[in-house]
């Protein structure tokens, strides 16, 4: 089982960018997914999570700007990420419990210039 991110770039303060994570691997079904995010020097932290019926959970510091959204047919959580700041800059990695384990992907960078 693997899960692949994508979707991270370089984004002028106020913009937007969209992330992207898919599992692969000989799987019918994922439960809770979710991104974390990890700047140089702090702890990885939760960002926003999702059930597989949909209910969401959010960070405070991203409430009303970033939405955690779910494919289930296609295995996959989406991230929309709107008015970035300059300290959502970080790796951001999404998981996803998949048959009762814990799995990461491998991380994708976001920068947010001022």
């Known amino acids: 089982v693997q899960l692949q991110a994508s979707g991270g770039g370089l984004v002028q303060a106020g913009g937007s960018l969209g992330l992207s994570c898919v599992a692969s691997g000989n799987i019918f079904s994922t439960n809770g997914m979710g991104w974390y995010r990890q700047a140089p020097g702090n702890q990885r932290e939760l960002v926003a999570g999702?059930?597989?019926?949909?209910?969401?959970n959010y960070a405070d510091s991203v409430k009303g700007r970033f939405t955690i959204s779910r494919d289930n047919t296609k295995k996959s959580v989406f991230l929309q990420m709107n008015s970035l700041k300059p300290e959502d800059t970080a790796v951001y990695y999404c998981?996803?419990?998949?048959?009762?384990?814990?799995?990461w992907g491998q991380g994708t960078q976001v920068t947010v210039s001022s």
């Open positions: 998981k996803a419990v998949i048959y009762g384990n814990v799995c």
């Open positions: 999702i059930g597989s019926g949909g209910v969401t």
